[in-house]
């Protein structure tokens, strides 16, 4: 069964900077793009950024220029860094395989990013 861990979420200030890690298994990491998703209280989750197996990305308007995605594939990890946070960004962080507008496996655990003075 494909996993997904997803880790480094906290708190911080508006401004601020928090970079998240998703640790995935061999038998999803090497054959699919890859994608950072966040729920905010009350909301649905949104897919925020994405990158495929060709190191080519994707973000959101809401996030483009402040949140970077990067895979390093001998790790089978995907980082999502993100600088200039700001109280709209608090939300549980997951990521996952994007599927068109599904997701190819079952939701981990995410992490939670706080962001608040």
């Known amino acids: 069964q494909a996993q997904l861990v997803e880790s480094g979420g906290g708190l911080a200030q508006p401004g601020g900077s928090l970079r998240l890690s998703c640790a995935a298994s061999?038998?999803?990491?090497?054959?699919?793009?890859m994608g950072w998703y966040r729920q905010a209280p009350g909301k649905g989750r949104e897919l925020v950024a994405s990158?495929?197996?060709?190191?080519?990305?994707n973000y959101a308007d809401s996030v483009k220029g402040r949140f970077t995605i990067s895979r390093d594939n001998a790790k089978r990890t995907v980082y999502l860094q993100m600088n200039s946070l700001k109280p709209e960004d608090t939300a549980i962080y997951y990521c996952?395989?994007?599927?068109?507008?599904?997701?190819?496996?079952?939701w981990g655990q995410g992490t939670q990013v706080t962001v608040s003075s």
């Open positions: 990158i495929n197996i060709g190191q080519s990305t």
């Open positions: 061999e038998s999803i990491f090497s054959r699919n793009a």
């Open positions: 996952n395989v994007p599927d068109g507008r599904f997701v190819r496996l079952s």
